[in-house]
């Protein structure tokens, strides 16, 4: 068998082009990763897409089609599914049974579009707030409530019939820069791995997850170096991975054009993470670089454990189109959302919210903060979300980084609005400022932490404080829902806001 049959390739367009066409048929890969900005435009064209994949295949076996979908952050399929709420809003939720469904809703739209593999759940613990690439990908801070949900979406997404692919082994929650761009390094011991990182990696493997995702990170405690990707190292994969922790699915690398895994000729030494025990490597959208790690691995041939996977993800029904968006995953979309938005404090008691009165409602333009992000295909919707139930809801939409015009601008309109609603998108020094300026000028604001619950640490003058873990229209609507008093505050803090608030807390209902 050819050396493909180690690789996901992936391509750019909504159809197969003829160079991708011919190296499934020579190359006969593993498999194809799809992406949001290169694939995806709706749903039936999606499904001829895949379509003509798995007829382009020569092998007896079903070609692995992937992609990332996470929900809230990283939502691959875009408007063709169902938006639901990313990690963090299911761990303000804290029911693993709302997990489970919500993974088997994600698995059956995916499996009717053709895609048998989804690169969630996110089993990283949210222990540094200043994660550059985590966020609200997590479910939160405490290890066990990761474990116990990442196991249950897993559950839910393969009763569906989708494998699911467990992410960042071995946990990048202390990272302090994103792989994306370097390596980062993990300067923990076994000791705290066992007790932190690994236990939810443990929990999906107990779980049965089919997949597990090596991500670019250094383990000095490991490996004795701080130069060495975890993806290349015997010692991660086939010592902490494969022995210690018994998992005995398919490993597969982190996208191998990251920063961190690249070497000084912009090529990974995908050799080595094959020597390391690793079974798929995950290739981006570059035919160069594929060519090159085609050349490089050679002759290696798919272990068995591969084409088991492929077997078992072609033993599913494929679900109709009818299933992508369909009222019930948007009933349960909903309730996520109601069930995570939580009252961190409500100091200055202006809620609920008068619904005669004149609101500002501002938040920052959508933006993808890191390559792991799709929020900027997302519309600016909270002054929306409010006019449901408020008539006099003035918009303002800003810069991701305000400028001191716009906060100057900010601060005389608040003067002529009874309340202030203003959301921030994990803040910066100028988000940050442009609360404080709001509360400034006297004007009841509430505050809305709309992606992580830390901002509030830059702001600590907003007596009202509320976060939704997500800007996705679900979230906002059930935040609107909830400020005008049409429903209570039913989530708890997922990860704590330190200095301030612990995890599971929340300001009790009047």
């Known amino acids: 068998m050819d050396g493909g049959a180690a690789l996901m390739l992936a391509f750019d367009g909504d159809s197969l082009p003829d160079w991708m066409e011919g190296r499934i048929g020579a190359w006969q890969p593993a498999g194809i990763t799809l992406f949001r900005r290169s694939n995806m435009s709706d749903g039936a064209t999606l499904r001829r897409l895949t379509r003509a994949l798995q007829a382009a295949n020569r092998s007896e076996l079903p070609l692995l089609i992937a992609t990332d979908q996470e929900g809230g952050q990283l939502i691959a399929l875009g408007d063709i599914g169902t938006p639901f709420a990313g990690n963090m809003a299911l761990g303000a939720a804290g029911d693993a049974d709302l997990a489970r469904r919500v993974g088997h809703a994600i698995g059956v739209e995916l499996s009717a579009v053709g895609i048998n593999v989804d690169y969630a759940p996110v089993c990283d613990v949210a222990s540094r707030p200043d994660n550059p690439s985590l966020g609200i990908r997590s479910f939160g801070d405490d290890p066990a409530a990761v474990g116990r949900l990442a196991a249950a979406f897993t559950v839910g997404l ?4 989708v494998a699911a692919t467990a992410k960042h082994f071995p946990g990048k929650g202390e990272a302090t820069t994103d ?9 923990l011991d076994l000791e705290r791995l066992d007790s932190v990182e690994l236990a939810s990696f443990r929990d999906v493997i107990s779980a049965g997850v089919k997949l597990m995702m090596i991500g670019h990170y250094a383990l000095p405690a490991i490996t ?31 996208a191998l054009d990251m920063g961190a895994v690249t070497g000084s000729d912009g090529l990974p030494d995908v050799a080595a993470a094959l020597g390391a025990g690793v079974d798929l490597l995950l290739c981006t959208q570059n035919p160069d670089i594929q060519d090159a790690v085609h050349r490089t691995i050679g002759a290696a041939s798919a272990p068995a454990r591969v084409r088991g996977l492929r077997q078992w993800v072609g033993g599913h029904h494929q679900p109709p189109l009818e299933v992508l968006g369909c009222s019930e995953h948007h009933r349960l979309a909903a309730e996520v959302a109601r069930r995570s938005i939580t009252l961190v404090r409500d100091h200055a008691r202006l809620l609920p919210l008068d619904r005669q009165r004149r609101v500002l409602a501002v938040m920052p333009e959508p933006t993808d903060l890191t390559p792991a992000d799709t929020s900027s295909w997302e519309r600016p919707g909270l002054a929306s979300a409010l006019r449901r139930l408020c008539a006099g809801v003035t918009e303002v939409v800003t810069e991701h980084t305000p400028t001191a015009a716009s906060v100057d601008a900010l601060a005389a309109m608040a003067r002529d609005h009874d309340v202030a609603v203003v959301g921030t998108v994990s803040a910066g020094p100028e988000q940050a400022a442009m609360v404080r300026r709001l509360v400034a000028t006297g004007t009841p604001t509430v505050a809305i932490a709309l992606r992580t619950p830390g901002d509030l640490t830059l702001y600590p003058q907003a007596g009202t404080y509320i976060c939704t873990y997500g800007l996705l229209e679900p979230s906002l609507i059930a935040l609107s829902d909830a400020l005008f008093g049409d429903q209570p505050f039913a989530g708890r803090l997922p990860a704590a806001i330190n200095g301030l608030y612990p995890t599971g807390h929340c300001q009790d209902e009047r």
């Open 158 to 161: 393969q009763e569906a019939g």
């Open 179 to 187: 792989p994306h761009y370097e390596l980062p390094v993990l300067d």
């Open 224 to 254: 004795g170096r701080r130069d060495l990707p975890a993806t290349l190292s015997p010692d991660v994969v086939n010592g902490l991975l494969r022995r210690r922790l018994g998992f005995d699915g398919v490993i597969i690398t982190d």
